[in-house]
């Protein structure tokens, strides 16, 4: 149990576009996903904390603007990288807990590897 | 803020052997969960183990132990028995248990198994 599902797993795209990115808890409801961003040979850093129904919390140094988080329903947040640019190529990663306990890890999905060209 | 710190970039071990990755981590609240997580080159993240700050046995998970020493704010992952499988990066990991309950990550180890 406790899948999380991203979408896509790869994505190419022209430097001024924007991309969409998707994650869904598939066996559960997350009242709050986190986005985390990881560069190559780096660790995981937080961006922002998902909300449903309202709206996301950025860390630090992170872009709201370029990073628009949509956390529509109990089982979708969407990350949309607006007017890309070479340096936001990343592996972007979601993850949610499927249960409020101390011990309940992150589940994660299986990442998005953006490539702007 | 909360802090983690893993001080082995790169670590080579013999199959069958014995393996002990570092974490430090440093906290004001005490009510926190420390966790390791696995990546292989696939990316995804896989749960390996939580141990508790209230706990008051070490967590073990099969091959997996943590050695948590909270004097010492230390929760080393000991992998008994290394197989080929096990190479990857390994990341510490911690969850204060007030406020935003962000968990944070170290910088991560990348073990390699020798056959």
């Known amino acids: 149990g406790a899948v999380v599902s991203q979408h896509p797993s790869r994505v190419i795209c022209k430097s001024g576009t924007s991309v969409k990115i998707e994650c869904r808890s598939l066996?559960?409801?997350?009242?709050?996903m986190f986005w985390y961003r990881q560069f190559p040979k780096q660790s995981l850093m937080l961006m922002a904390t998902?909300?449903?129904?309202?709206?996301?919390?950025?860390e630090q140094g992170v872009e709201k603007d370029k990073f628009l988080i949509n956390h529509a329903s109990l089982t979708l947040s969407t990350l949309t990288v607006t007017s890309a640019h070479p340096e936001d190529s990343s592996f972007y990663i979601c993850?949610?807990?499927?249960?409020?306990?101390?011990?309940?890890?992150?589940?994660f999905g299986n990442g998005t590897r953006l490539t702007v060209t | 803020a909360q802090k983690i710190t893993q001080t082995q970039p790169g670590m080579f071990v013999q199959e069958k052997e014995a393996v002990t990755l570092d974490c430090t981590y440093d906290?004001?609240?005490?009510?926190?969960?420390l966790f390791w997580y696995k990546q292989p080159s696939s990316g995804e993240m896989i749960f390996l183990i939580y141990?508790?700050?209230?706990?008051?046995q070490n967590a073990t998970e099969g091959r997996y132990s943590l050695n948590f020493q909270k004097a010492r704010k230390s929760a080393n992952l000991v992998i008994s028995a290394s197989q080929l499988g096990d190479s990857a990066m390994y990341f510490c990991?911690?969850?204060?248990?007030?406020?935003?309950?962000?968990?944070?990550f170290g910088q991560g180890t990348r073990l390699t198994i020798n056959p």
């Open positions: 141990q508790g700050s209230y706990d008051q």
């Open positions: 998902s909300n449903e129904g309202s709206k996301a919390t950025y």
């Open positions: 990991a911690m969850r204060e248990d007030r406020g935003a309950q962000k968990l944070v």
């Open positions: 066996d559960f409801q997350a009242t709050t």
């Open positions: 993850s949610a807990r499927a249960w409020q306990g101390a011990n309940s890890p992150l589940h």
């Open positions: 906290t004001s609240d005490p009510s926190y969960g």
